[in-house]
């Protein structure tokens, strides 16, 4: 019996990818490059500054200008931080829908607390999860399962009663490994690296209001 349903936030609850790519663009910019269409982006845009630099400037952590690169991105980013971005089309009515089912929900995010606090409050749900566990909190981050596992323990909720929601193959492998139900969202980022069936989940969407033939 799910009790408690856990969401990822960047390509699961909230389309971010237009601020995170306005930042990436900012960068090319200023360095004389012409910028990306945001479709383009949109599909690393759930792996944050590694995967979008990687995919603008073809830089990885390790490499000699990356840290610099990060730190000028998540600057940039800060300071346009909900312009574009807006939950997807649905997010609300599910979040309805689980609340008037008695169930609990909350945030589990790699994205540092610095951006889900002030992000989470443009998007009017900072009062509304019975948890946020962001990037930073938990030594530990996706897909370890040491997040979900710091929600469940929050929630006074056993993972076993726990879905969690997600548009990353690094939130299917964190659900497992934390012994939750993994469900991927369809219409989420998903990334370039290998189609989603293969991931290892049983349940796959293509609009959040799907979640509710699981719940």
Same mark, same amino acid.
């Given at each position: 019996m799910i009790r408690a349903v856990l969401f990822d936030?960047?390509?699961? @609850?909230? $389309?971010t990818a237009p601020d995170l790519g306005h930042a990436l663009n900012r960068q090319r910019i200023a360095r004389g490059l012409v910028s990306l269409p945001i479709n383009f %982006? /949109?599909?690393e845009a759930s792996a944050g500054a590694r995967g979008l630099l990687n995919l603008g400037f073809n830089i990885k952590p390790g490499d000699l200008e990356y840290e610099m690169m990060c730190n000028e991105f998540l600057d940039f980013y800060a300071e346009r931080l909900c312009n574009d971005t807006? @939950?997807?089309?649905?997010?609300?009515?599910?979040?309805?829908?689980?609340e &008037?089912?008695?169930? %609990?929900?909350?945030?589990?995010?790699?994205?540092?607390? /610095?951006?889900?606090?002030? %992000? %989470?409050?443009?998007? $009017? @749900?900072?009062?509304?999860?019975?948890?946020?566990?962001?990037?930073? $909190?938990?030594?530990? #981050?996706? *897909?370890?399962?040491? *997040?979900l596992l710091a929600a469940s323990h929050t929630l006074t909720i056993p993972p076993?009663?726990?879905? =969690?929601?997600? $548009?990353?193959?690094?939130?299917?492998?964190? #659900?497992? &490994? &934390?012994?939750?139900e993994p469900v991927i969202a369809k219409y989420g =980022?998903?990334? #370039?690296?290998? *189609? *989603?069936?293969?991931?290892? &989940? /049983? =349940? @796959?969407?293509e609009r959040p209001q799907d979640l509710l033939n699981y719940l």
């Open positions: 936030l960047d390509g699961t @609850l909230a $389309d %982006l /949109r599909t807006c @939950l997807f089309p649905g997010v609300i009515e599910l979040l309805e829908q689980i &008037a089912r008695g169930l %609990l929900w909350g945030i589990v995010t790699n994205k540092h607390r /610095r951006f889900t606090g002030p %992000l %989470l409050k443009q998007l $009017d @749900l900072d009062q509304r999860a019975a948890c946020v566990i962001s990037g930073g $909190d938990t030594v530990q #981050s996706k *897909p370890h399962p040491e *997040p076993i009663e726990c879905l =969690y929601l997600g $548009d990353d193959r690094r939130d299917v492998e964190a #659900s497992l &490994a &934390a012994g939750m =980022y998903l990334g #370039s690296e290998s *189609p *989603p069936e293969s991931w290892g &989940a /049983r =349940y @796959l969407i």
